[in-house]
């Protein structure tokens, strides 16, 4: 391939992306969805090889990169226009957290251990998993967390009410699993899990999904029995 085919192919090559680009407007970048993101990679990878593979006629892979651009565009309309083929499309939220509680089953579907599920948290600045109330995967793969009432961001009536730090925070349970160096960390013993789980009425460890403490002695809990009300009942 000669130098003055290399740039008529990459010419036209940015030529007809960029106007595709223009026509899917910022939808790939603003809305991104796992789709949105292999289409991105998809569109990229053939314009590359039509300005590369000399055996291929250029206006064969445009051809190739509008047809596979429409149908991106006409998926986005359709997810637009039709609630049902918006959930078929691009699927929906999904829960981790709801009411205080950690939802297994959304973890599963979401394929998220709960040390992934921790490290979200902690990115959003929640190391205390009972602060919170909230937590939804978004369609774009991120994580949207709502705080309880206690600990939302304080206004400037709460400036002064200011509270002492609650410390690191160790996990001591993990699905049903106790975590014998982190007991080793707090100085406590199987004993100690025991009587706590008794306080709070569970009779086996592995009932508890997950459990934490920090260093004023705070403990969080988890059953894997979730109970969530329905708000509009």
């Known amino acids: 391939m000669t130098v003055s085919e290399i740039i008529i192919r990459a010419t036209i090559g940015f030529i007809v992306l960029y106007t595709l680009c223009r026509l899917l407007n910022k939808k790939l970048i603003a809305q991104m969805t796992f789709f949105d993101f292999v289409a991105g990679i998809t569109i990229g990878s053939i314009v590359a090889s039509s300005i590369l593979m000399k055996d291929i006629p250029v206006w064969i892979s445009m051809i190739g990169l509008v047809l596979f651009c429409l149908y ?3 998926t ?3 997810a637009i226009k ?3 083929g918006r959930k078929i499309l691009e699927d929906e939220e999904t829960y981790l957290i709801q009411n205080g509680q950690v939802l297994e089953e959304g973890l599963k579907k979401v394929r998220m251990s709960m040390d992934g599920l921790l490290t979200n948290l902690r ?3 929640f190391f205390y998993v009972d602060q919170v109330e909230t937590a939804i995967m978004e369609m774009d793969g991120s994580i949207s967390v ?3 009432p206690p600990y939302l961001n304080a206004m400037q009536k709460d400036v002064f009410n ?3 730090s609650r410390g690191l925070v160790q996990a001591f349970i993990i699905d049903g699993q106790i ?5 080793k960390i707090l ?5 100690w899990i025991k009587e706590v789980l008794l306080t709070r009425n569970i009779q086996r460890i592995e009932d508890v999904f997950f459990a934490q403490i920090d260093e004023q002695g705070t403990i969080y809990i988890d059953t894997r029995n979730d109970f969530v009300p329905n708000p509009f009942e």
């Open 162 to 164: 200011v509270q002492a």
């Open 72 to 74: 991106t565009f006409i």
């Open 76 to 78: 986005s309309i359709i």
């Open 82 to 84: 039709s609630l049902r």
């Open 123 to 125: 990115k959003k600045g």
């Open 146 to 148: 709502l705080a309880k």
């Open 187 to 191: 100085g406590k013993d199987e004993d």
């Open 179 to 183: 975590l014998k160096q982190s007991l």
